[in-house]
């Protein structure tokens, strides 16, 4: 059964209290039902240093960064027409959508299919949102687009990195969280993101451990429903929306409910070092034993030998 648009069982997971229930209400009965302070506006940086970054790592905060893309560059490269002419017979990873949203269960995960790029660009130049959400994994199924913005400095030297294109329109994905850090660039439309920090987690209904989506919530702050989450009322996201040029870093377990507000086209770097580079690597191993993920599809792509894109990714100063 859907529920909400998010995933088919909803209802049963309702219904079942998981060991991450019983977790989270241990969290909060330490914390006497009381969440910590919600998290402050984020802050907007002009290719701050590796220095004032790392301020932001170490204390696990978001921040904006602006000025990394040479905007004349990413102007003429960024835009349907331009990515279409590169890449019209490529085929592409896909996640369908219902009503805007992508398609998520419980049970089996997040499902992809393939498309040729140039229909799905087609279809938005027409107009129109097709039933689908391109995710395709940039390194390896499309490795022009990553080698085109290079990884950000922050990021560049990680003991651990995937990167990921994303295009669609007025496409939403449900609340999760990621347990890599994040550097995500805004190149095309706009994007809004809702934002909890970790410390939220006890309030925000997440799936449970053994279901295929442990790192999504229940609950969806777009149309929040408080009868059947009532605990979310205590926790309030922070909002904020990604514009051309633009690039968010998110630390590793920040909850986020990301729409794309209009065309959009997006590419994330996700990184790891340390221990937490173990625990990605550790995840991915699970993944793919049990058939999550994007996995099931890498016998269908097809990438063309192709001479990398000139890199746009400014470092700063």
Request: charged share 25%.
């Amino acid at each position: 059964m859907r529920s909400g648009g998010w995933d088919r069982d909803a209802v049963g997971l309702e219904a079942r209290v998981s060991g991450r229930d019983l977790f989270d209400a241990l969290i909060r009965t330490t914390r006497r039902q009381r969440p910590r302070p919600d998290a402050q506006p984020v802050e907007r940086l002009t290719r701050p240093s590796l220095e004032r970054f790392a301020v932001f790592r170490r204390a696990r905060r978001p921040v904006v960064l602006q000025g990394l893309l040479n905007e004349s560059e990413r102007a003429a490269y960024w835009t349907l027409p331009s990515l279409r002419e590169r890449f019209a017979d490529r085929v592409v990873s896909v996640i369908p959508t219902h009503e805007g949203r992508i398609s998520v269960d419980v049970r089996t995960g997040v499902e992809f299919d393939t498309v040729r790029f140039g229909d799905y660009v087609d279809a938005l130049q027409r107009g129109e949102r097709p039933p689908a959400y391109i995710a395709v994994p940039a390194e390896t199924w499309l490795p022009e687009l990553s080698d085109r913005v290079g990884a950000p400095l922050y990021c560049r030297d990680a003991a651990w990195r995937n990167a990921r294109f994303w295009l669609g329109a007025q496409t939403a994905v449900p609340l999760h969280r990621d347990v890599a850090e994040n550097v995500f660039f805004q190149l095309m439309g706009h994007k809004r993101f809702l934002l909890y920090p970790p410390a939220a987690s006890a309030w925000l209904y997440s799936n449970p451990l053994r279901s295929a989506l442990p790192n999504f919530s229940r609950f969806d702050p777009e149309h929040p429903d408080y009868e059947r989450f009532p605990l979310s009322r205590a926790v309030q996201p922070v909002e904020l929306v990604l514009a051309p040029g633009d690039a968010l870093y998110l630390p590793s377990l920040w909850w986020h409910q990301v729409r794309a507000l209009d065309v959009s086209a997006s590419l994330n770097f996700w990184f790891a070092d340390g221990w937490l580079a173990h625990l990605v690597r550790a995840a991915e191993v699970v993944k793919r034993s049990r058939g999550l993920e994007i996995y099931g599809l890498e016998a269908r792509r097809e990438v063309p030998r192709s001479a990398p894109g000139r890199a746009v990714a400014r470092p700063p100063e």
